[in-house]
């Protein structure tokens, strides 16, 4: 009877273990017809259901089986093994956290505006180039860099990349991974600081909105703090109403002439708010501002983020923008450039992000309750971020693309008046009239959609095109514009805010070492000073893109796309040189093969940017095009600018090309033997969660 028992149980995990390969193969299946179906489809426009099919079924895979094996065989996960959240917790920093709260923190931490804005932006080569980069870069750096760069923190007590690359790679290496970094998140802030300003600039709806934000959080921190501590959902539905009060009230302004004029604020006037609002939510305290704000933004993400997901599906719409445009040629209206390197740097976070290693190395690692976690938060918090890209793809290429031109082209490529507009970008074979650009900016509540440069406005558009067809009709068109502009400057803001107070952080570090008081976080004339210096750094970015007559876009996202590229590949030189450490040298490629293409990528795209003799593409070029008309105190400013992009992009290449030539030594020494391998992991202590769970 024993035996008869025995066999059937292995039957039944015989019959469940080749119902699961079926399964997997249908997956299989099904994503490559998609696949084909997405690079192949010619002629007539595609439904975007195969996007969904094709990115569904990737991640699918991705995370079953190659997060597994790199869990397993590279990274060797023990849920055994104490995390410092345990081993530290003190109950501020260090804390034992629930893996979803974990997750979610981390998701709302990395998502920014590169999911949203660089995908929309590349779509000016068709829907294909963008498409084709999430899906493989997503499942295969980005997810990676994260997952990797995460398990390591964790395993050294959380700490930073910087201090990670100190340790492994070497102290020349550390130093200049520290500069590179602080230099690459001053672009990045000043550049994402550019994207709100460029969505609220002359929206009066829009403008409203987001400020009437601040103090929505400024009352939930001092609810949950004084009024009602610890009442979470309370402070939730709260929060909750007042954010749709305010989208309401947008609204009630916007139709109000006098109401209108006093929240129309030009680009340079909002660029000085985004600045004040920087230091402020640098220098308040945490739970007044950036913590229940963020934890406001944190809902409304992963609120629309499903609404649009469940929109696309429901109506799943056609793509008008074809596979490939004319525009691969490098001669784009929205940035110049061809498809390599400018596709994937302008993509950036959609598929890999240098800014998620520094949270990946910051807070999240801290909050781990169980070394096994860091699969889902690492690669899964990655993996949903590239379907928000895919997601982004989608919206903008639902509308015309002569709409699409016309709201992300500047004003200096295709003309100030609506009717020049039109024409020129007619005469592209992207058919669009000054009436019909009329009526759509008037359907979503606008003045005028023209030249609205930045890519979150095309985003807004498509999003509210999608959620109108399918949730409310075309009467709530404006409304769902609206929205969606809300949860774009949210999704950016939350990265804003919190980077800049990362950035203090670094500079107080470093600043600690010449005057110590300086170094004490909690000193608040170091917090006023650091914080004023690092948002006078990336302001002035900010400020070269109000004034640029090109928009600011054209010229700035590249640069904010190299320098993420290159964070990314300082990240991936440090989880290489960790690997290869571990003995585990015939897995490194896991991470060397994402490394050798963003080192290809972004030396590419720097040298073209610093060199070529295309004024669009070119900093240096264009400086020299500037010098030939007449001499006035704006195009002294934009010979200056360029020159200084130009520079700037030039010393950060030198700097991660330091990082590099220090990695490649500490391998070679390691796997020629002539080099002791030194690793700084923190000693094994076994973990009690495990017999508290069981208790």
Not at 122 to 141: C, E, K, M, R
Not at 526 to 549: C, H
Request: glycine residues 8%.
């Amino acid at each position: 009877m024993a035996g008869f028992v025995h066999n059937a149980a292995l039957v039944r995990n015989e019959m469940h273990k080749t119902l699961g390969i079926l399964a997997w193969a249908m997956v299989a299946l099904l994503g490559a017809i998609a696949v084909a179906t997405v690079a192949l489809h010619r002629g007539e426009p595609i439904n975007a259901l195969w996007l969904v099919t094709a990115a569904t079924c990737c991640y699918a895979l991705a995370y079953r089986f190659y997060s597994k094996f790199i869990a397993a065989k590279i990274l060797a996960l023990d849920s055994l093994r104490a995390t410092p959240a345990e081993r530290l917790e003190n109950g501020r920093d260090f804390l034992v956290t629930n893996k979803w709260v974990v997750f979610g923190h981390h998701f709302a931490a990395i998502a920014g505006p590169g999911p949203l804005v660089g995908p929309v932006l590349a779509a000016q080569f068709g829907y294909l180039p963008g498409t084709l980069w999430v899906l493989a870069g997503g499942v295969f750096a980005g997810c990676v860099q994260d997952f990797v760069i995460l398990l390591f923190s964790v395993r050294r007590d959380g700490k930073s990349l910087t201090e990670m690359a100190k340790d492994e790679i070497g102290p020349i290496g550390g130093s200049v991974a520290y500069l590179a970094v602080i230099a690459i998140l001053t672009i990045l802030l000043g550049v994402v600081a550019l994207i709100v300003v460029n969505a609220l600039k002359s929206s009066p709806w829009a403008t409203f909105t987001i400020a009437m934000t601040m103090p929505v959080a400024l009352l939930m921190g001092v609810y949950l703090r004084r009024i009602r501590p610890g009442k979470v959902l309370e402070v939730s539905a709260l929060g909750f109403i007042l954010v749709l009060a305010a989208i309401w009230g947008g609204q009630y302004v916007s139709q109000s002439p006098a109401l209108a004029q006093l929240f129309t604020f030009s680009a340079p006037t909002l660029a000085i708010l985004i600045m004040v609002y920087g230091f402020a939510a640098s220098a308040l305290p945490v739970w007044l501002l950036l913590a229940p704000r963020d934890y406001l933004s944190t809902f409304v993400k992963l609120g629309t983020i499903g609404l649009l997901a469940v929109g696309i599906v429901a109506l799943h719409p056609t793509l008008h923008m074809p596979a490939l445009t004319r525009f691969v040629d490098g001669t784009g209206p929205v940035f110049a450039g061809k498809i390599f390197p400018f596709a994937f740097i302008t993509i950036a976070c959609g598929a890999i992000s240098g800014f998620h290693a520094l949270i990946s190395s910051g807070t999240t690692p801290k909050l781990i309750a169980r070394e096994t976690e860091t699969r889902m938060v690492g690669y899964g918090a990655m993996m949903c971020e590239s379907a928000v890209a895919i997601m982004a793809i989608i919206a903008a290429c639902v509308m015309e693309p002569g709409v699409y031109f016309a709201i992300n082209s500047p004003a200096g490529i295709v003309g100030q008046a609506p009717a020049t507009a039109a024409a020129t970008i007619s005469a592209w074979g992207f058919p669009v009239t000054a009436p019909q650009m009329q009526a759509l900016a008037h359907a979503v509540g606008e003045q005028t959609l023209y030249n609205r440069t930045g890519g979150a406005p095309a985003f807004a558009v498509g999003m509210a095109h999608i959620f109108s067809h399918s949730l409310g009709g075309e009467t709530l068109m404006a409304l769902w514009y609206h929205f969606a502009i809300m949860f774009e400057a949210l999704f950016i803001l939350t990265i804003l805010d919190a980077g800049t107070r990362v950035a203090r952080f670094m500079v107080q570090d470093a600043l600690g070492h010449v005057y110590k008081p300086l170094g004490r976080t909690s000193w608040y004339p170091s917090i006023l000073v650091t914080s004023a210096l690092i948002v006078a750094m990336w302001g002035y970015f900010l400020w070269q893109g109000v004034k640029d007559p090109l928009g600011g876009i054209n010229s700035l996202w590249p640069l904010f796309g190299i320098s993420n590229q290159l964070l990314a590949t300082v990240a991936l030189c440090v989880a290489t040189t960790i690997i290869i450490k571990l003995h585990r040298a015939k897995y490194a490629a896991v991470t060397l093969v994402p490394l050798a293409w963003l080192v290809a990528v972004t030396f590419t795209a720097s040298w073209q940017k610093i060199f070529d003799s295309s004024p669009r593409v070119g900093f240096l070029a264009q400086a020299r095009v500037l010098e030939t008309v007449p001499a006035t105190a704006a195009t002294a400013r934009l010979i200056f600018n360029n020159r200084l992009d130009a520079a700037v992009t030039g010393v950060l290449v030198v700097m991660v090309t330091l990082v590099l030539f220090e990695s490649v030594r500490e391998w070679l020494g390691i796997l020629l033997g002539t080099k002791e391998v030194r690793l700084k992991e923190s000693p094994f202590v076994r973990t009690r969660l495990a017999m508290e769970e069981q208790g």
